[in-house]
């Protein structure tokens, strides 16, 4: 008998379904991944499943849970399961853990909510959790809070506190999105061990087929609310059925081949000249993040920018658009510098200013929630232009449309949009003014695959026909492959190796490169497959 058995669900809101029929089953000890786009009903599914959506929902069909009916059970009943019997790692765990309260004190509430526990018996057994979870250090940990933890740390945190009952079951909804390669295998690697070492069964829920394909026994696809293949892992992988499937195992963008010929010289448009920049944590205490960065980007070049959480590639992108300063170097733009080092706020000429633009990763905090999008986009016109109203309004216009949105969208507010259409507002602003360089730090790291590759293929055609530069910050290395010209890789401040990007991942000449590529998911058994 399944532990978890999904039989005929659906879920409605306002009499509009919006999940159909969608039937599973977890068994003991095994794993099962989720697999489709954003909107595609996966987290939908299992909120519905376990209990967890609010009374606005109605939801049809059974969930049974080791025998227990969940859509049927009591509030009561279903408290007393979720935590104890069914554990939950979330996706974003700065959201889920609370800025205020120690990791200890919250990951020691898991347990008290379910057994009548002595202090010191809850300090050990978060000792323990802790430990098992990676984190160094455990009983000197127990007093920090969220800040102090790295994303990976605190993912690892959230597990702990998902693991602190021994659940028969835990569903990770996707638990490595926004991770760099390295963390997300790390965190794959620790899921697939506690599975293991505890024979917990495990839902995994991901928007990349790539990353389930590490750890899952079977794998559903979902689209639009519904199940459109479903079967054991490596038939999925090698032999799909429906062409959704096909297309969510494509790679997110294709490497671009190697020119016959000689490449392009390109003028010199940003220069980076020995710079260093570093953070006072304390009086006493003065962290280093950047080392001596050189690096040029040339006219119409896009340049990708790779390496782990914490390797100063936000702060580097930073400095290049004149949001903070170096501690010591130079940063030029067609020759003139326009940031100075020292510990004042960085004063960039206008002009340089309206030349560099940044998108940033989150396409939810970059936009007001307050303001229509044609007011967003507008505001680059009236703080730096002196165009009249209709203008303006016509240029909003033409943003929208070279970023494939319909006008009609100027008149919405960034809620009613989705995740891909957000950040094709946020880089239409980006444009507004016509910059010679465009930052984009992670623009496509919390975006499904079909959405990303709609992201990537927009960039690209920046650059083909506007001449667009493009500094762009990635973990996503199949990305940077397909779309940058050339790469820098940033280990813990440090560029440890730069060049063409099609010679610089055929042939890595530093171990840290090479680590960054065997992390990427999927490539253990894409090779497998090939041999």
């Not at 899921?191 to 899952?216: F, I, N």
Request: proline share 6%; aromatic share 4%.
């Amino acid at each position: 008998m399944p532990l978890l058995q999904v039989e005929n669900l659906g879920v409605s809101f306002r009499s509009t379904p919006v999940v159909h029929d969608v039937s599973f089953t977890v068994d003991k000890a095994r794993t099962l991944g989720i697999v489709g786009e954003s909107g595609s009903g996966k987290s939908m599914s299992l909120l519905a499943a376990t209990g967890l959506l609010g009374p606005g929902a109605v939801v049809n069909g059974r969930t049974l849970f080791d025998g227990t009916d969940l859509v049927t059970a009591s509030p009561r009943h279903l408290r007393s399961i979720r935590g104890r019997d069914i554990g939950f790692v979330f996706q974003d765990p700065s959201s889920n853990l609370h800025p205020l309260v120690p990791i200890g004190r919250q990951i020691g509430e898991a347990l008290t909510a379910h057994h009548r526990l002595d202090r010191k018996t809850v300090r050990r057994r978060v000792i323990e959790l802790l430990d098992e979870v990676g984190i160094p250090r455990a009983q000197e940990r127990l007093d920090d809070h969220p800040v102090h933890f790295s994303g990976g740390m605190r993912q690892r945190v959230m597990i702990a506190i998902a693991l602190a009952n021994n659940p028969q079951l835990v569903i990770a909804d996707e638990p490595t999105t926004a991770l760099d390669a390295t963390v997300q295998a790390s965190i794959l690697a620790l899921l697939r061990r506690l599975q293991q070492d505890h024979g917990m069964a495990l839902v995994l829920v991901s928007h990349d087929l790539a990353v389930v394909s590490e750890l899952a026994d079977d794998v559903v696809v979902m689209r639009s609310g519904r199940v459109v293949e479903s079967g054991p892992v490596d038939r999925v992988y090698n032999a799909p059925t429906h062409s959704y499937t096909v297309e969510l195992l494509e790679p997110l963008a294709q490497p671009v081949a190697a020119p016959a010929g000689p490449r392009p010289e390109r003028p010199e448009l940003v220069r980076i000249e020995n710079l260093t920049k570093g953070f006072r944590i304390s009086r006493k205490e003065h962290r280093p993040v950047l080392w001596d960065i050189d690096l040029r980007i040339g006219e119409g070049e896009i340049v990708g920018l790779v390496g782990e959480s914490g390797s100063g590639k936000s702060t580097l992108s930073r400095i290049v658009t004149g949001l903070d300063v170096a501690d010591t170097g130079t940063v030029s733009f067609r020759g003139t510098s326009y940031v100075a080092s020292g510990k004042r706020r960085p004063v960039v000429d206008p002009q340089v200013r309206r030349s560099i633009q940044m998108v940033f990763q989150d396409p939810y905090g970059s936009l007001n929630p307050r303001r229509k999008i044609a007011q967003i986009l507008a505001a680059p016109f009236e703080l730096s232009t002196d165009l009249p109203g209709p203008q303006i309004r016509r240029r909003v216009g033409e943003l929208l449309e070279s970023v494939g949105l319909p006008g009609d969208f100027a008149d919405r507010y960034p809620v009613q949009l989705s995740g891909g259409q957000r950040q094709r507002v946020a880089i239409a602003r980006a444009l507004a003014l016509d910059p010679a360089l465009v930052v984009a730090d992670e623009p496509v790291s919390a975006l499904d695959k079909t959405t990303a590759r709609q992201i990537v293929e927009l960039l690209r055609s920046l650059r083909d026909e506007r001449g667009t530069s493009l500094l762009f910050v990635s973990h996503d290395l199949g990305v940077v492959s397909a779309l940058c010209d050339r790469v820098a890789v940033l280990h813990d401040g440090v560029i440890v190796e730069q060049g063409y990007t099609d010679e610089v991942f055929a042939d890595p000449a530093h171990d840290y490169t090479r680590t960054l590529l065997g992390a990427v998911p999927g490539s253990t058994r894409k090779e497998t497959v090939d041999a």
